[in-house]
């Protein structure tokens, strides 16, 4: 009995010997706790999932990748055939045309996507100093700042004057102001636009996949602050 030191445990109705070393043996090694007790039920992983702030981030992101590159595609038209065409037709048919073209781009899907991608592209940006954090942030900032800057703006300050300048010109004043500057300058601020409708989409697609690979299993990159 010495030997075993043997420790007495009773429950009431029997009573039985426990071998010092078996106890300590079971303190060492305690039983896992069970897998049905730790397991989440995969509702509950979804819900949780469509609540955390980086999948609407990365939802942003990918919404500012197709829409930049569809109006970066538009410009890129302009600059790369549409206006050595209307250059060639003759006037006044070449600027008539630009001024029917004027018109129309406030009817139809375009303007939307647009104007639309200026308070998306800032809300992403906020988005990514505040509640989310992360590597893809800076590219978020960059984004914005492209497009508002190099597109938004170059549009409001540069090609839109043009534009009504050249509505309210007629017969020969309108003839030589399209040949002689409207065509090359337009044709140059709207290349600009279309390389920063391009760098924005870049950045938006670094930015989401970076966003995709940080989102992994549990999103262990996420970085809410």
């Not at 897998?35 to 702030?53: D, F, I, L, V, W």
């Not at 981030?57 to 549409?82: E, H, K, R, Y």
């Not at 050595?84 to 045309?97: I, Y």
């Not at 040949?179 to 989409?201: D, E, F, H, K, Q």
Request: hydrophobic residues 45%; charged residues 10%; proline residues 5%.
């Amino acid at each position: 009995e010495t030997q075993k030191d043997a420790s007495l445990k009773t429950d009431g109705r029997s009573t039985f010997w426990v071998s010092a070393s078996a106890r300590n043996n079971l303190s060492a090694h305690p039983r896992p706790p069970s897998n049905h007790a730790t397991r989440r039920h995969p509702k509950s992983e979804r819900r949780a999932t469509m609540g955390h702030p980086a999948l609407w981030l990365q939802v942003l992101a990918g919404v500012v990748i197709i829409a930049t590159a569809l109006v970066g595609g538009v410009f890129l038209a302009f600059s790369d055939f549409l206006m050595r065409a209307l250059a060639k037709v003759g006037e006044p048919c070449g600027s008539d045309a630009m001024k029917s073209i004027n018109v129309e781009v406030f009817h139809w899907v375009f303007m939307a996507l647009f104007l639309g991608l200026v308070p998306v592209t800032l809300a992403t940006a906020a988005v990514a100093a505040t509640a989310m954090r992360g590597p893809w942030s800076r590219w978020l900032y960059a984004c914005a700042a492209t497009y508002c800057v190099g597109c938004f703006l170059v549009t409001g300050a540069g090609n839109v004057p043009m534009n009504n300048e050249l509505a309210d010109l007629q017969g020969h004043a309108q003839s030589s102001y399209w040949t002689g500057t409207y065509v090359p300058r337009w044709t140059l601020l709207n290349t600009i636009r279309t390389v920063a409708c391009v760098a924005a989409s870049g950045c938006a697609l670094v930015a989401y996949g970076l966003l995709a690979a940080g989102g992994g299993s549990g999103g262990a990159l996420y970085s809410p602050v």
